[in-house]
């Protein structure tokens, strides 16, 4: 088991119609790591500024995750300020200040380049490529990318997509990406780029894989307060990771379990601000809430004599 | 076994991007029949004006469809015209037309009223109330609604919901009735105003069915090709009222089972224009889709070591 995620390490103010936080932990490495560390030991590779409260980061560290990989450089954090209305599931950004993250440049460690299992958050997709370079054998890649690289380094993300195994993005990036406005004739076209898999994330409305031929849906778990979306889709991908490498495998019946693991640390993410819920969330939560799932998308087989 | 759909038999004009149709068949008791009819025996009433082509429903009549509660009337029939985009979750309606429809007055011969399972399609709630006067002791009530009589009748339909076992709305519709942005908080306060339980219909994402403190949800099933989303949500409906009223059951398991065969029929209903897809779909065909909703939502238990 070792699992390494790259990414961005942030300062967010978000604005919901629930509240407004100021400077708080964001980013996708700090999510990612947030939640696959309830499963597995993970490695961080990221860049924080000097103005970084490294405290903050203090309870990642006791549950194992491996942050000598997080380089701490004169200069401000990258911030990202966003807002949300009452449709949570598009975020307006008001701000980026890209900041130490302009030049980031991932370097791995001895044990990370040893990684089973890697992450590569949403990046530039010439670094995505430079991170595995820089790996020795990975056993599963999973990529995530945005419509800003998808236009300007379209290119390049073609080099990538053949060296990844599961793909994960959202339905317009998906869309975007393939040219084609069916989701699921998206996914397929984006196998035939090369992704082995493929994982569209749909907010509100669950996540759908697509694994070789097959396609597996997990609805999102329906919760009555939601405060802020921000990091749901980053912590989906660490508890997705996160469990695959907890079970050492990414067999058709792990893949889908994993799917419903993201999910489901999503869906706590979501219920605070920022990384809030995540700081002392249990597996023992996480198990009786996946359980939950199973009962929520349950349902019987037909009787014979309804032919 | 006996189950009764009030609501409009229309011609539509359609266009999507992958084509056009000019008035072909429509209207929610329409689409509800040949749904429920692969399932049940159902009776219809509506209205059609005298330039209705009768012999397009002559399939539904085989089908064993009672099509006596039909009234035909001199005027047009009830016309609908509207436009899809690629994003074919929402129709731009650009026409209607009430003709016969806009003084149509539910009228229920003897079978009728005997009624075990009713569908009150979109029509005005007081015409749905007069419905519901007119059965002797249904044993499920499941109704549609619209914005337009949230907002317009919302007196009437309020009187109209503590009669109603499964109130059937989307997303926008069930947020509007309840004044709430989430949908598990307003289908809760859709239940305190006295609907028994809600299923609410989100297009291409799925339905949710919330059942006393339960909650169940069917994804849609993942189509490749889907060429009209009209009738998508009545056909879901005859779908679910149909198996309801084959298993002569609305316990907890059978509602499950229910919301998936709503969403297997209309996922075929989408597949081609108008009816067209289920004028000769069979149930070997629907059993085998069902069966592949199994797959697609299934996934295991976690486990135990991963605690």
Redesign the interface.
Known sequence: MSLLVVGSVALDSVET?FGAREDVLGGSATYFAAASSL?TRVSVVGVVGDDFPLSELEFLGRRGVDLEGLEKVRGRTFRWKGKYG??LNAAETLDTQLNVFEHFQPKLGAQARKAERIFLGNIDPELQLRVLDQVERPQLVCADTMNFWISGKRATLLKLLPRVDVLMVNDSEVRQLAGE?????AA?AAQQMGARNVVVK?G???A?LVDGA??????AF?????VDPTGAGDSFAGGFLG?LD??SSSDP?AL??A???GATIASFTVEQFSIDRLRDLT??EV?KR??AF??????????DH??
Chains 1, 2 share one sequence.
């Open positions: 119609p499963l009452f449709d406005s069916n989701v699921i004739k397929r749909r509100e409305y669950g759908l097959q396609s597996f849906y997990a609805p329906p919760l009555a307060d939601v469990l907890r079970l019946s889908r379990q799917t419903v693991m597996l023992v198990r996946f359980a199973r009962h929520l998308t349950h349902f019987e087989e037909l009787p309804v032919a």
